[in-house]
């Protein structure tokens, strides 16, 4: 008797073996799950689950309200990435038919799927263009046209106000910091760079010197800053009690500017930290 339950217990055993061999053998000749040729298989979660009466899977692309309410980020990207797949395969089929010089009927057939698809991907862009601007009137705060005006006369009013801000922020700086301009004899890039530089140090009415790495009352400041190549622009400070490297090389009026606004934001969280610290 004990012998006969061991063997009626074996077999189911056995039989799990051999099915579990198969399948592995059949999804390897498949390919790996995320195999881009997989990857619009049918592994959707509801393809097996949701059957219908006729024997039918459930498309994912259904609208079925029981599935749109349990909805997840994940199922919505799969929904998304299946709306692209069936585009792009239908505009393949209608441009290779085409090209094929197959009968007018057929390619007429192709455009039709391919204008339907397009159309639902249409309509949902404007259902959800009309939907944000309902969430923006009924959202104020979200939609700040103030400080982020979507309008091209907001625009070039923002964009009048950050030059102002900037500007007001060199002329600062300039009260501050002196320029100092290092060259090298014979360097190209010096003589391409020295008009600029001026042209910069007159418009914002910074006081400024023009001089040689290679002078002897340089050397201790290029020491201290590390400085070997040309043209390089340092700040001083007009008490003589900071300096540092502002650009080097051949760059533009609006490189200086942008390099100045990062210098004043840099110092002036500089010296907020001091102050947290009490030094």
Same mark, same amino acid.
């Given at each position: ?12 055993l056995v039989l799990n073996i051999i099915l579990i061999f198969f399948a592995r053998e059949s999804f390897a000749a ?10 619009y298989r049918g592994f959707y979660w509801f393809e097996e689950a949701e059957i219908s009466k006729q024997g039918k ?10 599935? /749109?309410?349990?909805? %997840? ?7 998304? $990435?299946?709306? #692209?797949?069936? *585009? ?46 309902v969430v923006a009137f009924t959202n104020p705060e979200i939609a700040d046209q103030i400080n982020n005006p979507i ?51 007159? /418009?914002?009415?910074? %006081? ?7 002078? $002897?009352?340089? #050397?201790?400041? *290029? ?57």
């Amino acid at each position: 008797m004990a012998m006969r339950i061991y063997k009626i217990r074996i077999i189911p055993l056995v039989l799990n073996i051999i099915l579990i061999f198969f399948a592995r053998e059949s999804f390897a000749a498949n390919g790996s799950f995320y195999n881009q040729d997989n990857m619009y298989r049918g592994f959707y979660w509801f393809e097996e689950a949701e059957i219908s009466k006729q024997g039918k899977k459930k498309d994912i692309l259904t609208n079925d309200q029981q599935l /749109l309410k349990n909805m %997840t980020p994940a199922f919505a990207k799969m929904r998304i $990435e299946e709306r #692209r797949k069936r *585009l792009n395969e239908a505009k393949a089929m209608m441009l290779e038919y085409a090209f094929s010089d197959a009968s007018p009927e057929v390619i007429y057939e192709h455009i039709r799927k391919y204008k339907e698809l397009e159309s639902q991907m249409f309509n949902g862009s404007i259902r959800l263009g009309r939907a944000s601007q309902v969430v923006a009137f009924t959202n104020p705060e979200i939609a700040d046209q103030i400080n982020n005006p979507i309008n091209a006369l907001g625009n070039k009013i923002r964009r009048k106000q950050e030059e102002d801000e900037r500007k007001q922020k060199i002329e600062e700086f300039a009260g501050k910091y002196d320029l100092v301009l290092f060259e090298k004899i014979g360097c190209p890039y010096c003589r391409e760079f020295g008009p600029i530089f001026e042209r910069f140090t007159s /418009l914002y009415g910074f %006081t400024y010197e023009k001089t040689y790495l290679s002078a $002897e009352k340089n #050397r201790a400041l *290029l020491a201290r800053l590390a400085i070997d190549g040309a043209p390089t622009v340092v700040a001083v400070s007009k008490d003589g009690s900071d300096a540092f490297e502002l650009t080097r090389g051949v760059v533009t009026i609006s490189d200086i500017e942008e390099m100045i606004s990062i210098a004043m934001d840099y110092l002036d969280e500089h010296l907020q930290a001091k102050a947290r610290v009490g030094y």
